[in-house]
Antibody, heavy 129, light 113 residues
Framework: QVHLQESGPGLVKPSETLSLTCTVS????????WSWIRQPPGKGLEWMGY???????NYNPALNSRVTISVDTSKNQFSLSLSSVTAADTAVYYC???????????????????????WGQGILVTVSS | DIVMTQSPDSLAVSLGERATINCKSS????????????LAWYQRKPGQPPKVLFY???TRESGVPDRFSASGSGTDFTLTISSLQAEDVAVYYC?????????FGQGTTVEIK
């Protein structure tokens, strides 16, 4: 059974870069989508972006190009980097996996992400000086 | 972005009674080429991450009790708990994966009356 675990600093100063790592155990990182999702206190869930397989990325435009997701297949880990943080970036950060569920138009099939399953336990990151 | 709106925001139901949660999307989640609705339902219990209950709008995840059911198509979806149990107290979310960015409903809190 796949297990995801987030790690990283729980406190980041304003204007600095937030960096988190998700370690995947019990399964391969290949041919899946790996996402970061966050939830600020009292607010809703926000998808931040994913990395597919070992290279393709897609980010939420709402984050204004501040986010980067990368993968280290040798360690079965993927990472989040969020630059120029402010207090509004204070949140519980989750990593999550999505299966690849290709959609086909005729004989032409393209990869696509499915629901988020499983999720990591989440890590609270506070942005404060 | 597709906006997901759940109703109600919270509901209190007696043990053994039915609980119904609605989810409405601002655009259709039905992909005509495969006739699938790109919608998932999650349950989040206190102190735990969300856990998927249903995907493709009505496909039950393995291990989910059959008192849970999900239905709907296009823009209107429903999650039903036919006989509420104490362990079902949680926040429930719908989420689309039809396009990027995937977005979530605001959540519905289910409590015992």
């Amino acid at each position: 059974q796949v297990h995801l675990q987030e790690s990283g600093p729980g406190l980041v100063k304003p204007s600095e870069t937030l960096s988190l790592t998700c370690t995947v155990s019990g399964g391969s990182i290949n041919n899946y989508y790996w996402s970061w999702i966050r939830q600020p206190p009292g607010k809703g869930l926000e998808w931040m972006g994913y990395i597919f397989d070992s290279g393709t990325t897609n980010y939420n435009p709402a984050l204004n190009s501040r986010v980067t997701i990368s993968v280290d297949t040798s360690k079965n880990q993927f990472s989040l980097s969020l630059s120029s943080v402010t207090a509004a970036d204070t949140a519980v950060y989750y990593c999550a996996r999505s299966a690849n569920s290709p959609y086909c138009i005729g004989a032409n099939c393209n990869p696509w992400f499915n629901c988020f399953d499983p999720w990591g336990q989440g890590i609270l990151v506070t942005v404060s000086s | 972005d597709i906006v997901m709106t759940q109703s109600p925001d919270s509901l209190a139901v007696s043990l053994g009674e039915r609980a119904t949660i609605n989810c409405k999307s601002s655009e259709s989640l039905l992909y005509s080429s495969n006739n699938l609705n790109y919608l998932a339902w999650y349950q989040r219990k206190p102190g735990q991450p969300p856990k998927v209950l249903f995907y493709w709008a009505s496909t039950r995840e393995s291990g989910v009790p059959d008192r849970f059911s999900a239905s709907g198509s296009g823009t209107d979806f429903t999650l039903t708990i036919s006989s509420l149990q104490a362990e079902d107290v949680a926040v429930y979310y719908c989420q689309h994966y039809y396009s990027t960015p995937p977005t979530f409903g605001q959540g519905t809190t289910v409590e015992i009356k």
